[in-house]
């Protein structure tokens, strides 16, 4: 089950659309779960289900199509690192490999105190800013060298 | 930034973007401007059709002709649509419009739903740029409470309202009908064409989808009239445009600059070829558009018909820039990934074609092509396009054959050598590219 809060939020989003339209606000309903639960279990995906009145499968297509949303759970950060070439050229592949060592761990994987996981991403839209990167989907970081890179693993705890 | 620059000019920070400042720089005038004359849907057509904007997505389409499909006297839902999913890579120019300009993307999207009869507009931004879709968000909100949203907008008998919805990570929402099932609560997976959205959009109805930048440049047109519009660019090529430069440039950024603006300029606005290498090739329109060598943008023109005649596509205006030091293998190899990784299924060419692709150049990468590989890529590339559901499957194979038809002694090296032709301490030192 979600909290009243999360309700509370999704009810904003359906307001957006027709009424007999509840299906497209799956998406943000989908991105509110996880922001409360960190990432989509089955259980999850259900109440989200129940509550738009769809099927349950319905859901799940939704969640593993669109790649924020976690079906598993990640570590505490996790980082997704934008290595296409527009940034590639300015470091970001670079930089993700410069993650690889800092945290001991290859893409898609998480470190053994379960502190952080690393993704490689896709296009995000500020290949000006490269190299790139995320931190729980939400926030964005902008020209990450080694320094910054630093910087931010301390802010995170490492 | 030029001086004809009225999209994010002077914009350069994060605290004039509400609308207070948005006010003060004139905005919402042209809306007001076409309440207080009444200036009719038909009008407003004819004023973009003088204007010759093109649309900022990809295709350049002709907006006005766009607009002009609508059918305004159907009755019952429509919808305007507004493209900010933007994923093509290289491209991060409506990020910034939305970061910096938000109300004059809501301005154009007003005057949108005014001339095509439509009451009511989604604004579907890629789910990476969270904080911008929050700041979205909010601009909406002060629209709203304004009352340039929503009933009766400014006393007049015109209702609009406008919503933001986010994408959540799939490069193909930004082809439009994968768009449109996304804001259905569905997979983004492209439909099939006809039906035009114009016709069968969003919930069945008609729909009209524009990039964000294009209906920025609306307000524009409607206060200073199609022919001003058209007067900063050139014929056929309206305007002036953003162009995001990336790659190996000294200052990579958003430059604003008339269509029809000499290469050259650009790349020195962007502070010239990082380090002071020498160019090696330009991507002009977002990594879907053909690559073209250095000797080829050099004498081209920033302009729809100039860059097609050269052999490539301005589409997004997504400038990737590539000094000597880039290995073209390597390059394309991160490319064909990203196709692979972000096909969405449905058609076969475009599925296996992707995978093959990739793969393929990922051996000659690593030393292990054969001989037949570079004609094999260049019929499989033949064998996606044209027979796929959407432009995807062309977005793939272009790079592909055009890194081949400018670069091919660079893969023939390859093969034969089972190294780069670059040497690998110049990648090092220069591309960036190559993490060994
Ligand atoms: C795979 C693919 C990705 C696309 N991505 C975008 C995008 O991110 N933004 C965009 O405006 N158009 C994108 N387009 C083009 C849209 O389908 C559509 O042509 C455009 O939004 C129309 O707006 P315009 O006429 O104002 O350019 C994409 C097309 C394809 C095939
Ligand atoms: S061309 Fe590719 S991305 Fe487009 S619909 Fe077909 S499989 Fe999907
Ligand atoms: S290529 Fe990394 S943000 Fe565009």
Same mark, same amino acid.
């Given at each position: ?158 | ?70 059918? $305004? ?21 409506? $990020? ?32 990476? *740029? ?165 000797? *080829? ?63 393929? *150049? ?56 089972? $190294? ?17």
């Amino acid at each position: 089950m979600l909290s009243t809060e999360s309700f509370k939020k999704i009810d904003q989003e359906l307001e957006k659309y027709p009424v007999d339209q509840k299906q497209s606000a799956v998406m943000a309903a989908l991105r509110i779960a996880q922001q409360e639960k960190d990432w989509l279990s089955d259980e999850t995906i259900e109440a989200v289900a129940n509550y738009l009145g769809m099927p349950p499968i319905a859901v799940f297509e939704v969640a593993s199509f669109y790649n924020m949303y976690d079906l598993q759970a990640p570590g505490r950060y996790k980082l997704t690192v934008c290595t296409n070439l527009p940034c590639a050229l300015s470091g970001g592949a670079v930089a993700g490999k410069y993650l690889k060592q800092k945290l001991g761990i290859e893409y898609n994987q998480t470190t053994a105190d379960g502190q952080f996981t690393l993704k490689e991403g896709e296009c995000m839209g500020a290949c000006g800013d490269a190299p790139v990167m995320l931190v729980n989907n939400h926030r964005m970081c902008c020209k990450m060298t080694e320094a910054q890179i630093d910087q931010l693993l301390v802010e995170l705890g490492k | 930034m030029s001086d004809k620059a009225y999209l994010l000019t002077g914009l350069n920070g994060d605290k004039t973007w509400g609308l207070a400042d948005y006010i003060k720089r004139g905005g919402y005038e042209a809306l007001k401007k076409i309440l207080r004359e009444q200036i009719t849907p038909d009008a407003i057509i004819a004023e973009l059709k003088k204007s010759a904007l093109r649309g900022r997505g990809g295709a350049g389409f002709p907006t006005g002709l766009k607009w002009s499909f609508m059918p $305004r006297q159907f009755p019952g839902a429509k919808y305007v649509c507004c493209n900010s999913d933007e994923g093509e890579p290289g491209t991060f120019k409506d $990020r910034d419009l939305l970061r910096f300009n938000p109300h004059i993307v809501i301005e154009g999207m007003i005057i949108a739903g005014y001339a095509m009869g439509c009451e009511r507009g989604y604004n579907y931004i890629h789910g990476e *740029i969270f904080e911008i879709y929050e700041r979205f968000e909010a601009a909406l909100a002060e629209a709203r409470e304004a009352g340039l949203l929503g009933k009766n907008i400014l006393g007049s008998n015109f209702s609009f309202e406008l919503f933001a919805h986010h994408g959540y990570g799939a490069y193909i929402c930004g082809e439009e009908t994968a768009l449109l099932e996304s804001i259905e609560g569905k997979k983004g997976q492209p439909r099939f064409k006809p039906p035009f959205p114009a016709s069968y959009g969003l919930y069945g109805k008609p729909t009209t989808i524009n990039n964000t930048e294009t209906f920025a440049s609306v307000p524009y047109i409607i206060l200073n009239g199609g022919e001003a519009f058209l007067n900063l660019g050139k014929p056929n090529n309206g305007g002036t445009k953003l162009f995001s430069v990336s790659g190996h440039v000294e200052r990579p950024g958003n430059y604003e600059v008339p269509l029809g603006t000499p290469f050259p300029e650009l790349l020195e606005m962007a502070g010239g070829v990082r380090g002071g290498r020498k160019l090696k090739a330009v991507i002009p329109g977002g990594s879907s558009a053909p690559v073209l060598p250095a000797s *080829i943008i050099m004498d081209s023109t920033l302009d729809y018909d100039c860059i097609a005649k050269a052999g490539s596509m301005l589409g997004s205006g997504a400038v990737i820039v590539m000094d000597e030091s880039t290995c073209m293998v390597k390059a394309l190899e991160r490319l064909s990934f990203f196709y692979h990784e972000e096909s969405c299924g449905q058609c076969t060419p475009c599925r296996e074609g992707t995978g093959w692709l990739y793969r393929v *150049i990922h051996r000659i990468e690593h030393g292990q092509g054969r001989q037949e590989d570079i004609d094999l890529l260049d019929s499989v590339s033949e064998n996606i396009m044209g027979r796929t559901i959407c432009a995807l499957g062309d977005a793939a194979a272009m790079p592909v054959k055009s890194f081949i038809k400018h670069f091919r002694d660079e893969f023939q090296y390859h093969i034969d050598n089972k $190294r780069c032709l670059v040497p690998l301490e110049l990648q090092r030192e220069g591309s960036k590219i190559y993490v060994g």
